[in-house]
């Protein structure tokens, strides 16, 4: 029996971290868990296979599943394109924040869970709000996205909408709470800007941002500016 070969890889993902496990020994198990749903892949080998074989075996399926978690917050509807990628952080950046006028701190990424250090409330979802005085959490939603056209009172599609469902009850008005993100395109990353809807427990993040512009609004707001 030959020596087991290990990989291991942490990266973002929708909903959390992906954990990519590869024990390679007379059996393989790559494993890749992300908030969005997981993919399990077994290969058995056995004494046949050299070393070398099964590292390379190993290399494969972690650069094909490291291509599918790249390609998160890309999204194309109705012929409009958008990629919001290089705005998700990862583990080592800290969270994107904003505080209201009375005092709660919403900690925010995007097509990523929180991955803040200085985050109290932890890293499971896209969305939280935290209340100093109570030190209480709310978490605004979780699991995948659901991606619409951000559209103005003319029908021009000036964005894109990326909505978290399934966040904590409110036993106010016995509704998950949820949260919508309302990507405008603009001429600058930008920064989120957050307006809540208590009655409906719906908190709304303004975020103007270039890289909410679609492959055709692109073209249009270099032209404008």
Excluded at 71 to 79: A, F, L, N, Y
Excluded at 171 to 176: F, T, Y
Aim: net charge negative; hydrophobic share 35%.
């Amino acid at each position: 029996m030959v020596g087991s070969v290990y990989c291991w890889v942490m990266e973002g993902g929708t909903g959390g971290e992906v954990a990519v496990i590869a024990e390679i020994d007379d059996n393989v198990v790559v494993t890749d868990e992300e908030g969005g749903g997981g993919v399990v892949v077994a290969l058995a080998v056995g004494d046949v296979f050299s070393k070398m074989i099964k590292l390379l075996t190993c290399i494969i399926l972690l650069l094909c599943i490291s291509f599918t978690s790249s390609q998160k917050c890309k999204v194309t509807i109705e012929g409009n394109s958008f990629d919001l990628s290089p705005l998700i952080h990862h583990p080592g950046d800290e969270d994107y924040t904003y505080t209201s006028q009375e005092g709660a701190v919403f900690y925010l990424n995007i097509c990523n869970d929180t991955v803040g250090m200085k985050n109290p409330c932890g890293n499971d979802s896209p969305a939280y709000k935290y209340n100093p005085t109570t030190q209480q959490c709310t978490m605004l939603g979780t699991g995948n996205e659901f991606y619409s056209l951000h559209t103005n009172e003319n029908g021009d599609i000036i964005g894109l909408i990326v909505e978290y469902k399934n966040g904590d009850m409110s036993a106010r008005v016995g509704q998950r709470n949820h949260v919508t993100y309302l990507m405008t395109c603009g001429t600058s990353v930008g920064t989120p800007k957050v307006v809540e809807i208590s009655e409906y427990i719906h908190t709304v993040v303004h975020w103007q941002s270039e890289y909410a512009c679609s492959t055709r609004s692109r073209v249009n707001i270099n032209r404008r500016f």
